[in-house]
T-cell receptor, first 111, second 118 residues
Framework: QKEVEQDPGPLSVPEGAIVSLNCTYSNSAFQYFMWYRQYSRKGPELLMYTYSSGNKEDGRFTAQVDKSSKYISLFIRDSQPSDSATYLCAMSDLQGGKLIFGQGTELSVKP | GAVVSQHPSRVICKSGTSVKIECRSLDFQATTMFWYRQFPKQSLMLMATSNEGSKATYEQGVEKDKFLINHASLTLSTLTVTSAHPEDSSFYIC??????????????FGPGTRLTVL
């Protein structure tokens, strides 16, 4: 069993839809949770960073962490075609420690 | 802020040659740099972690004599793929972090280097 599980998709939604992306994990020691966006043939770009449980909002993006369920989510409101990319969740048990990545979910937002 | 660059962005080489990839933090001092490789449609796999001025720590299964990492300064780390073979063809991505930054536990990624070995 992988430490971090993420549905690879692809996920296709119409413009303006609310997108929900999720990851589950098995290591209860994970405390730091991140979401990265990666466009084709580019490096990952940090979108959201969360420590421990709770919600964090930044513009159209909301990250949620439920440590009791070992489940994290990223919501994208009013999705745009420019949001089309692969979204990677990542997590770590130590501050500044090794990141464990999910497989990435490929998202396509259709105009 | 927190910009990481990589050079070259793309390289094609013959089997048996060595290739050096540079990773630079442009606006911060990177106390730690990480090297990843990524195959198509797959996630990032950590190869090694390097701290400035010390030897890199390699992940299990990564040959340290094949993938030489040097972190000689707080803004530069290099990855040299020695005696490259076609199976080394991949997307290599570095990341950097500075623990002194607010949120310094996060990693900032370079744009990646696509290596093709013929």
């Amino acid at each position: 069993q992988k430490e971090v599980e993420q549905d690879p998709g692809p996920l296709s939604v119409p413009e303006g839809a609310i997108v929900s992306l999720n990851c589950t994990y098995s290591n209860s020691a994970f405390q730091y949770f991140m979401w990265y966006r990666q466009y084709s043939r580019k490096g990952p770009e940090l979108l959201m960073y969360t420590y421990s449980s709770g919600n964090k909002e930044d513009g159209r993006f909301t990250a949620q962490v439920d440590k009791s369920s070992k489940y994290i989510s990223l919501f994208i409101r009013d999705s745009q075609p420019s949001d089309s990319a692969t979204y990677l969740c990542a997590m770590s048990d130590l501050q500044g420690g090794k990141l464990i990545f999910g497989q990435g979910t490929e998202l396509s937002v259709k105009p | 802020g927190a910009v990481v660059s990589q050079h070259p962005s793309r390289v094609i080489c013959k089997s048996g040659t060595s290739v050096k990839i540079e990773c630079r933090s442009l606006d911060f001092q990177a106390t730690t740099m990480f090297w990843y490789r990524q195959f198509p449609k797959q996630s990032l796999m950590l190869m090694a972690t390097s701290n400035e001025g010390s030897k890199a720590t390699y992940e299990q299964g990564v040959e340290k004599d094949k993938f030489l990492i040097n972190h000689a300064s707080l803004t530069l780390s290099t990855l040299t793929v020695t005696s490259a073979h076609p199976e080394d063809s991949s997307f290599y991505i570095c990341s950097a972090r500075d623990a002194s930054l607010a949120g310094g536990e996060t990693q900032y990624f370079g744009p990646g280097t696509r290596l093709t070995v013929l």
